[in-house]
């Protein structure tokens, strides 16, 4: 396996790359640990119900992101951010990559990393179009794409859902319990449980009085492992009229591994399909394949 393909990255782009996140082990106030990586059946998903308390936080975080104290509003706006071009750095096990994002909803992802190696800029490319998911590293030299499977593409569809999965909770069948005050990191936060049809979990992490995102505990990928993660954003800024957190620091157990800082955003561009689809492999007879590099479409505003 290649240095890209060991060194998968997960993008998680604060704002629409929440609907990815929380698994993980969160230190509550009782000293206990509460686990979000289970499963419960689709029977118990069914039985479950929403409860006022955790509804009233989930809408005030939403009038808090959408910039608005009219929930349709504010949630109006969010969606009317459709896709994003982004530009950042990820930071990881003692390597620094410049990574460029191409979002587009409901599911489309593309992330290009690149760091230079013993004088050579490497650049690798990681995709879904909502179907398959995708790697090849394209430069120095372009290699054949390959279909990723298993762990790396299970976060890569994660991450590529564009809005958290809370902003539709109704209409998407998910289930919200609250489940009390907790501290992270010696803040105060509330805690909201969300309960997927599928019967999967997920935490999110609230301040107390003013709604936005403490910390959230996810299931990542770490060079092909599924670990435990706890990622606490510690920058926000309003981009298009929404709140979208631009750095955001994972750690395991307690030890940072990864941080991702998001500097320049470009709200809705005009993204070319091709971005997302896997690469043709061109053969002839008697010669290794080929695989054609496909360009990023220039991004423009609409």
Not at 133 to 149: A, G, K, R, Y
Request: proline share 5%; net charge neutral; glycine share 6%.
């Amino acid at each position: 396996m290649n240095m890209s393909a060991h060194l998968f990255l997960r993008s998680s782009l604060a704002l629409f790359a929440l609907s990815s996140l929380f698994s993980g082990l969160v230190q509550a106030e009782t000293n206990s640990k509460i686990s979000s990586t289970g499963t419960i059946s689709k029977g118990e998903a069914a039985k479950a119900k929403t409860d006022e308390t955790a509804a009233e936080i989930i809408d005030n975080h939403l009038r808090f992101r959408g910039g608005s104290q009219n929930l349709d509003e504010a949630i109006r706006k969010i969606k009317s951010i459709q896709s994003l071009r982004v530009e950042g750095t990820i930071e990881e096990r003692g390597y620094s990559f410049q990574t460029v994002l191409y979002r587009a909803a409901p599911d489309k992802l593309r992330m290009e990393r690149s760091r230079k190696n013993l004088g050579w800029m490497i650049t690798s490319v990681t995709a879904t179009d909502g179907k398959s998911v995708w790697s090849q590293e394209t430069s120095p030299d372009p290699l054949v794409p390959q279909t990723l499977t298993g762990s790396p593409a299970m976060a890569l569809r994660e991450d590529a859902e564009f809005y958290p999965i809370y902003v539709d909770w109704r209409e998407n069948g998910v289930v919200l319990q609250y489940r009390g005050e907790v501290k992270i990191a010696g803040q105060p936060a509330q805690l909201v449980k969300a309960i997927l049809p599928d019967g999967r979990n997920r935490f999110f992490y609230f301040d107390k009085t003013k709604f936005y995102l403490v910390c959230v505990g996810m299931e990542d990928d770490l060079a092909g492992a599924r670990i435990e993660a706890d990622i606490y954003p510690t920058k926000l800024e309003r981009i298009g009229g929404v709140m979208i957190e631009t750095t955001w620091v994972y750690r395991d157990q307690g030890k940072a591994y990864r941080t991702a800082t998001w500097t320049k955003f470009e709200v809705n561009p005009t993204l070319d399909e091709t971005l997302f689809k896997m690469p043709v492999v061109v053969t002839t007879k008697n010669a290794p394949a080929a695989a054609a590099v496909v360009a990023p479409a220039p991004a423009t505003e609409k």
